[in-house]
C-alpha cells in the first residue's frame, strides 16, 4: 500500500512542478510576436499594434492590458514597420478599435503607442494596395505630416506632448475612410 501511495504522490509532485515550470514568469513569449487588428482581437491579421509592444498583441500577451502580464517590450526592441502589410479594411479596423480608447493613467503609454502603431500599419497598407497609394491621397498626407511633426520620435513622452495631433490624425483619417468606404472594402 504504501508503494501505490508513494507512487502517487510522486506523480502528483511531477504534475506540479511541470505546471509551475510552464507558467512561470519566464515561459511569457519575449519579442514580437504576430499582433492582431484591433477590429476584433483575434482576427489573425497582422498589425503593428497593435503595436508590438503595444497594441494587441500586448493584449494579447497579457489579456487585454500590457500591465497584467510581463512588461510589454521596449519601442526599441519592436519595429512596426517590420510586420507586413495588411489589407486596408483591416488595417482600418484596427485604428477603428482604438476610437473608444483614452489616455487613462497606467495605460496612456499603451494607447497612445497603439494609435501611433495603428496609423503606420493603415499607412503602408495603403501605399502596398493594389489600387495605389494615389487612391489615399489625404491618409497619406496626414500620416506623413503627423510623422514630420514628430521628427522620428516615437517614445512616450513625445507622443504624449503631440497627443492632441496623433488623435487629430486618427480622427480626421476615421471621416475620410468613413466617407470613401468603396475605397477599402
Same mark, same amino acid.
Given at each position: 500500500?504504501?508503494?501505490?501511495?508513494?507512487?502517487?504522490?510522486?506523480?502528483?509532485?511531477?504534475?506540479?512542478?511541470?505546471?509551475?515550470?510552464?507558467?512561470?514568469?519566464?515561459?511569457?513569449?519575449?519579442?514580437?510576436?504576430?499582433? &492582431? %487588428?484591433? =477590429? +476584433?482581437?483575434?482576427? !489573425? /491579421?497582422?498589425? $503593428?499594434?497593435?503595436?508590438?509592444?503595444?497594441? *494587441? #498583441? @500586448?493584449?494579447? &500577451? %497579457?489579456? =487585454? +492590458?500590457?500591465?497584467? !502580464? /510581463?512588461?510589454? $517590450?521596449?519601442?526599441?526592441?519592436?519595429?512596426? *514597420? #517590420? @510586420?507586413?502589410?495588411?489589407?486596408?479594411?483591416?488595417?482600418?479596423? !484596427?485604428?477603428?478599435?482604438?476610437?473608444?480608447?483614452?489616455?487613462?493613467?497606467?495605460?496612456?503609454?499603451?494607447?497612445?503607442?497603439?494609435?501611433?502603431?495603428?496609423?503606420?500599419?493603415?499607412?503602408?497598407?495603403?501605399?502596398?494596395?493594389?489600387?495605389?497609394?494615389?487612391?489615399?491621397?489625404?491618409?497619406?498626407?496626414?500620416?506623413?505630416?503627423?510623422?514630420?511633426?514628430?521628427?522620428?520620435?516615437?517614445?512616450?513622452?513625445?507622443?504624449?506632448?503631440?497627443?492632441?495631433?496623433?488623435?487629430?490624425?486618427?480622427?480626421?483619417?476615421?471621416?475620410?475612410?468613413?466617407?470613401?468606404?468603396?475605397?477599402?472594402?
Amino acid at each position: 500500500m504504501f508503494t501505490s501511495t508513494a507512487r502517487g504522490a510522486a506523480i502528483v509532485v511531477a504534475a506540479l512542478a511541470a505546471l509551475t515550470v510552464s507558467c512561470g514568469p519566464g515561459s511569457q513569449q519575449a519579442g514580437p510576436t504576430a499582433p &492582431t %487588428t484591433a =477590429g +476584433s482581437a483575434t482576427t !489573425g /491579421a497582422t498589425s $503593428p499594434a497593435t503595436s508590438p509592444g503595444t497594441g *494587441a #498583441a @500586448a493584449e494579447a &500577451t %497579457t489579456g =487585454g +492590458s500590457p500591465s497584467a !502580464g /510581463a512588461p510589454a $517590450p521596449s519601442a526599441a526592441a519592436v519595429d512596426p *514597420a #517590420a @510586420a507586413p502589410p495588411v489589407k486596408v479594411r483591416d488595417a482600418f479596423a !484596427g485604428l477603428q478599435a482604438t476610437l473608444g480608447g483614452s489616455c487613462t493613467p497606467g495605460e496612456c503609454a499603451f494607447f497612445l503607442g497603439r494609435v501611433y502603431d495603428e496609423l503606420h500599419q493603415l499607412d503602408r497598407s495603403m501605399k502596398a494596395d493594389p489600387k495605389g497609394p494615389g487612391h489615399f491621397p489625404e491618409p497619406i498626407a496626414l500620416v506623413a505630416k503627423l510623422d514630420a511633426e514628430l521628427a522620428g520620435d516615437r517614445s512616450f513622452d513625445n507622443l504624449k506632448e503631440h497627443q492632441g495631433v496623433l488623435l487629430g490624425t486618427r480622427d480626421k483619417i476615421n471621416t475620410w475612410m468613413q466617407g470613401h468606404p468603396d475605397d477599402y472594402r
